[in-house]
């Protein structure tokens, strides 16, 4: 379903508030004063309708969550009011609860889906314990509960006998989280908060568990608020959208209203600093500046330090409500002159030589050129532990990366995609020399990485410069830092010992200028601070510069701003290009987000490669995989890619036929991707696609589908895809019930 089609109009024309909440405020004290970390909030939530929060971190979305169950935790303190109307016409001042009331207000008329379903899973428990339990501590009956468990599981395209007997670690991250929101519904609640319920997940599951809740929602009359600081994921499935900033909502409206014509100055910067698949990429800008501290929240509107159209009324002056017409109210004393002072299509000018990135390089540029790295044939496979019963067989191996070619030329970019436990990692790991693979080889100019560090090698190339040479900056910089060293240290180390040249001062000068150069300023505040006093943007930095002072020629950028609010991301993939620029250095990025992708690959003349069970798929200038994807799975990943166009119609039928990837251990025969492609013919389960030149613009587009080879006898081949199927198909033994690896 898309935005458009949503039936708000009907909501508002008959407004029916199930939640309000009324000058609600969470305070936390502090002793640099009072933290108020939700700030005299008004909010009326809609029967049946989705309500998207969206916010970066530290705004105020999680409190709003707890604030509407009651659950602030100690010392945090609640007030205002919060009225729950439940359908059958009672109302209940939520504040005032008894702790008997509150249980049950909690599960049995509003319940929550937190972000990590690990965490709200016992470990010791099966699936099935954890729903009896519940049943139990709301003396439901156990027989009629778990009659609605199975259903709801199955509802969620899960195997319930299967789920329910299963430990939480025998699940993938996407069932866990489907098993979660199946818990959270076995009390029949009226409304559903959910926070952030997908941010740890991969592009393909998000947009399935979307399209399951817009099912959930149908089927049992649910109001859901969807809480997320990714503003197109809640596009897709919000009849409004409210805007948090600094601790408030500063806009709130229908969705598309918002999406076509935000009228908050933040709305709109925050809608540019999106990445995603439509809008040129010159026109992505970060949001200047950063969000307030909120023990000191500006005087007036709270945005008027970033705003660039704040005057003397907005430092003065608390803006709004005020009344922007359709059903939207917002926050800013010059909301009408936003559109025009914050174009949504103002470009950045490329060839400015003050432009973060420089122009595009011709991607066709690197046929014929020598490759920094060449990866032949390479297979990684991991021998999974065997049970006592597999005592006889040979023990199971993940196939985590299984006969992938690949070059990386000088100051290339190479941007591999694909769900997790498709080998983007592992793959990653072994092209710079961090993984040995079982077959296949991997060299750096020639050399045979493996052979060098063996010393097999002619003796001409030493393993400690290959290891020089390839570099990785990880996704969590907090545990790649060492936590007992300061930055001085950290950064000072690879000049030590790779440029003997420099004393103490030149070492010191060169660490200052690298941290003002990436915004670390004043630099002599960040010399001699210790990682654990820096923000994840700030330590993400001081990885990216300590790997750069190596001089490497090839840096795996492992997933480095999926871990960042979507508003930094571009300011993030900016900093890494001008600096791959300065140090003529190549990157094999990885990241599960195709909008990512898109933005660092054509911003560099790079390709992106699409990894699926241990296969490269596709590969290819991103204007063609993403415009004209070969394979079947990067169309899948095309699909799942949240859209910011209102006007964009987006298939409401799946495109995959089973949400959850296959068991690694055990891959599809012939083409691995047949058990979810809604193309497969009987071909494809027995033949193996070889990799075929994509019919165009791009020499270096390359597949791997029998769909792209003229005259293939797949042509002719029966369909093996079950007509009846609706959009995901049905849970099928087919799926994995082991938990993919998190790669
Ligand atoms: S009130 Fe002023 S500072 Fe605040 S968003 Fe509006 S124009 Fe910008
Ligand atoms: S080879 Fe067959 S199953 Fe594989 S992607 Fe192509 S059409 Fe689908």
């Known amino acids: ?119 709200s899973f016992n470990p010791v428990r099966d699936i099935e314990t954890h729903f009896v339990e519940t049943l139990e501590a709301h003396d439901y009956d156990v027989g009629e509960g778990m009659e609605r468990a199975r259903q709801l599981l199955e509802d969620l395209y899960l195997d319930a006998d299967r789920v329910l007997d299963s430990y939480p670690h025998e699940l993938s991250g996407g069932m866990k989280q489907r098993a979660l929101i199946a818990l959270s519904l076995i009390l029949e609640p009226e409304a559903l908060v959910m926070d952030e319920p997908t941010a740890a997940l991969d592009l393909l599951m998000q ?12 089927r049992y009359d649910l109001t ?15 009849d409004r959208v409210g805007v948090l900033y600094a601790f408030e909502f500063v806009e709130l409206g229908p969705t598309d209203e918002i999406l076509e014509d935000a009228a908050h100055p933040y709305t709109r910067k925050l809608l540019k600093s999106t990445p995603n698949l439509e809008s040129p990429i010159e026109n992505m800008r970060p949001v200047e500046g950063s969000a307030p501290d909120p023990v000191n929240v500006p005087d007036g509107c709270s945005f008027h330090p970033r705003c660039p159209l704040a005057d003397d009324q907005c430092i003065e002056t608390d803006p709004g409500p005020y009344d922007a017409g359709e059903g939207r109210f ?58 006592f019963l597999d005592f006889f067989e040979d023990p199971p191996a993940v196939k985590a990366v299984d006969g992938i070619d690949l070059d990386i030329y000088e100051n290339d970019v190479v941007v591999l995609v694909g769900e997790s436990g498709c080998g983007k990692t592992t793959l990653g790991k072994t092209a710079v020399g961090l993984q040995r693979p079982t077959g296949g080889s991997v060299e750096y100019r020639g050399d045979d ?16 410069e290959i290891r020089r040479s390839l570099q990785i900056v990880h996704q969590d910089p907090g545990s790649a830092l060492n936590p007992h060293r300061r930055n001085n240290k950290i950064l000072e180390a690879p000049l030590k010992r790779w440029h003997d040249d420099l004393d103490g001062n030149d070492r ?73 620029n300065m140090f003529d250095t190549s990157y094999l990025f990885i990241s599960h987000d195709l909008s990512n992708a898109r933005y660092i ?47 964009e119609e987006r298939a409401e039928e799946s495109p995959i036929r089973e949400i959850d990837i296959p068991d690694p251990t055990n891959p599809p025969s012939g083409c691995r991707y047949h058990t979810r492609c809604p193309e497969a013919r009987e071909v ?32 002719s081949s029966p369909s093996i895809v079950d007509e009846d199927e609706d959009g995901f198909g049905s849970p099928s033994d087919e799926s994995a019930g082991t938990a993919p690896s998190d790669d």
């Open 207 to 218: 947009r399935s568990i979307i399209s399951l809740l817009e099912n959930l929602k149908e």
């Open 449 to 464: 990485i493996w052979d060098v560090r063996d010393g097999n090698g002619d003796g001409s190339r030493s393993w400690s």
């Open 601 to 647: 690959a054509e911003r560099t003349g790079g390709r992106i490669g699409v990894l699926y069970l241990g296969e490269l798929v596709e590969i290819g200038p991103p204007e063609q995989v993403i415009n004209d994807p070969q394979h079947p799975y990067t169309q899948a990943l095309r699909w799942a890619t949240p859209e910011l166009d209102p006007a």
């Open 508 to 580: 010191r000068q060169r660490v200052m200028s690298m941290l003002e150069h990436v915004g670390m300023t004043p630099p002599e505040d960040y010399y001699e601070r210790y990682p654990h006093q820096l923000s994840g943007g700030e330590q993400q930095r001081v990885a990216l510069i300590r790997a750069m002072l190596m001089n490497p020629e090839v840096i795996l950028a492992d997933e480095p701003v999926s871990a960042l609010d979507v508003s930094l991301r571009v300011e993030m993939m900016d900093l890494l290009i001008e600096l791959q």
């Open 684 to 715: 494809c389960a027995e033949q193996t696609p070889g990799s075929y030149d994509a019919d165009t613009a791009s020499p270096l587009h390359r597949g791997t589908c029998f769909r792209m080879v003229d005259n293939h006898e797949y042509w």
């Open 330 to 387: 917002v926050h800013c004393h010059h909301w009408e002159h936003a559109a025009e002072e914050i174009p949504m299509d103002e470009f950045t000018d490329l060839d400015d030589p003050g432009a973060p990135n420089r122009a595009a390089r011709e991607t066709t540029d690197r046929v014929g050129e020598d490759p920094v790295l060449s990866l032949d044939d390479v297979k990684v496979h991991f021998e999974k532990e065997s049970g």
């Open 224 to 238: 859901i608020v969807f809480i997320t600081h990714d503003l197109p994921l809640v596009a897709d499935i919000a």
């Open 1 to 119: 379903m898309t935005v458009s089609e949503t039936d708000y109009e009907r909501t508002v024309a008959h407004s029916d508030p199930i939640l309000q909440m009324r000058d609600t405020t969470v305070s936390f004290g502090m002793e640099r004063g009072e933290s108020r970390v939700l700030d005299n909030v008004d909010m009326d939530i809609e029967r049946n309708e989705v309500l998207g929060v969206v916010g970066e971190s530290g705004s105020g979305k999680s409190m709003f969550a707890s604030a509407l169950l009651d659950a602030v935790v100690e010392p945090g303190h609640l007030r205002g009011d919060i009225t729950y109307n439940s359908g059958d016409g009672e109302s209940l001042d939520v504040l005032e609860l008894s702790k008997a009331e509150r249980k049950a207000y909690r599960w049995e008329e509003v319940s929550m889906v937190f972000q990590g379903a690990m965490s």
